[in-house]
């Protein structure tokens, strides 16, 4: 049986960007996205250039279901999940009254249900073979929870509690969960209303900036790892400013200009 890196979100973005720097180290892949088309072509890119064993499956991971069903689909299969990347997201922007309920209850689907599903089901596996490595991807307002950004940030926030404490829980079993926080991604992910807050002010950071150091910590690190100095500096900032001054400072930058 083969081993293989899963690898959700694959098919644009970090995920895409990921998924060709882990080909490039000849590292077999799942890949899981909602478009099969995207999937078809990126399988057929990476296995031409590499050489190595691709696999896909197409899955709207908004839907609870999808992934239990991706979890039988994977064993149905004898693939060995070594590594798991929870990497799909979803976010939207606006006053919280304003916003569609449906979107924001499919985003705690995606960005929380999907990934705790995926997570102990493949961790179950894991800890039965004493092996295997998680990296929960968060975002930056896991550290600092924006106005306007409210239920998306709830979502990367608990992504951050979640994959500190399940670390702490499986220590000792051989599996290891960790998690990545990217800032501001210049991806299909950023609408225009985002695009138009002060957030957008500093440069957002190329995927595959990201992903470089998301393989990196993937593949070697432990804890939590935030991409980029200055979101590393800003996710300290609650350490020394007093909550009612950081809220204001968040709801400047996150207003539109």
Known sequence: MKEYILLTGASSGI??????LLAAKKLNLILVARTESKLQ???AELT???GIQVEYFAADLSDVNAAISLHK??????FI???LVNNAG???YGHFTDTSLEEELSMIHLNISSLVVLTKLFAQDMVSRKSGRIMNVGSVVSFLPMPYFSVYSATKAFVKAFSETLDAELDSTGVTVISLYPGTVKTGFTTSEMQSTNLHKTKPMHPKE???QGVDHLLKGTGNKVV??????????????PDSIMMKIKKGLASQR
Do not use: C, R
């Open 73 to 78: 689909a994977v064993k149905k299969e004898n």
């Open 41 to 43: 072509k990126l399988q």
């Open 15 to 20: 995920g895409y960007e990921m998924a060709n």
């Open 210 to 212: 990201v992903a470089i």
């Open 81 to 83: 999940v070594t590594h």
């Open 228 to 241: 980029g100095f200055q979101n590393w500096f800003n996710s300290k900032l609650p350490n020394f400013v």
């Open 48 to 50: 031409d250039e590499y």
């Open 90 to 92: 979803v976010g939207n």
